[in-house]
């Protein structure tokens, strides 16, 4: 049933089977048996390779900005050894954007900047979804990667709640913040990464990372108790914050 697609949509449009949305990208395949979805899906696949940006890839270790050098989109992710010989994994990391790319360069790599990162190995897959704007850095060797899917506009459905705005940088708590028990929420643009140190000097060692919370699209929201002489650090992007958050009793 070669080129089965292109039949079973003539015949379905014609006799008005199927419910097709442009605008939702929804096609109700409910009435077609196990052998002509699977019929579909080869037929798709072999179609999809033939246009641009559809075809399997090999990435080689460097950099690339999704947008340009990639098309946005959903991806399967193989490892390939074509690079360094002595490592048998390539390792990948994603930013939402270039001042995070380069300001993890800067400091050497420690791995604390991607919205994603880790490493493929022999014949394991892995798929990421990667964003306008955003980059991918691939480490050591190469990966082949696949486009399977489209990504949708980041943020659409979510509101920024009300509270205060939290610049990104360094608070002494008891003096620039009280201590407390806070609710902290994304503030709608790129990442923040919340970290909350023991004291200064905690803080001023580069390698302590102190108790870490992620702000983003997938999680925009959590809890943080701040003690006095803590030091509370915000990273990347402000957050908004509001006292409370836990449980409270007469």
Do not use: H
């Amino acid at each position: 049933m070669k080129k089965a697609l292109a039949v079973i949509m003539t015949l379905v449009l014609a006799i008005g089977n199927i419910s097709f949305c442009l605008g939702e990208g929804s096609i109700d395949f409910s009435g077609y048996s196990l052998e002509e979805l699977i019929q579909i899906k080869a037929d798709l696949a072999e179609e999809i390779a033939k246009r641009p940006g559809g075809e399997k890839m090999i990435l080689g270790y460097g950099q690339y900005k999704i947008g340009e050098d990639l098309p946005a989109g959903v991806y399967t992710f193989k490892f390939v050894a074509n690079g360094d010989k002595d490592v048998s994994r390539t390792d990948y990391y994603v930013y939402e954007n270039e001042s995070m790319y380069k300001y993890d360069i800067d400091r050497l790599w420690l791995g604390d900047m991607p919205r994603v990162e880790g490493s493929l190995k022999g014949d394991g897959e892995t798929r990421i979804s990667l964003y306008p704007g955003e980059y991918l850095s691939i480490r050591y060797n190469g990966a082949e990667i696949e486009r399977v899917g489209n990504v949708s506009d980041r943020g659409s459905n979510y509101t920024v709640p009300s509270g205060t705005t939290i610049p990104k940088g360094n608070y002494t708590i008891g003096d620039e913040i009280p201590a407390g028990t806070y609710k902290i929420f994304f503030s709608g643009t790129t990442t923040s990464r919340v970290r909350v140190f023991q004291d200064a000097q905690e803080a001023s060692n580069t390698f302590n990372k102190g108790k870490e919370t992620v702000l983003d699209f997938t999680n925009t929201e959590g809890t943080i108790t701040l003690d006095e002489g803590n030091v509370l650090r915000v990273e990347y992007t402000p957050i908004i914050m509001t006292k409370g958050g836990g449980f409270t009793f007469d």
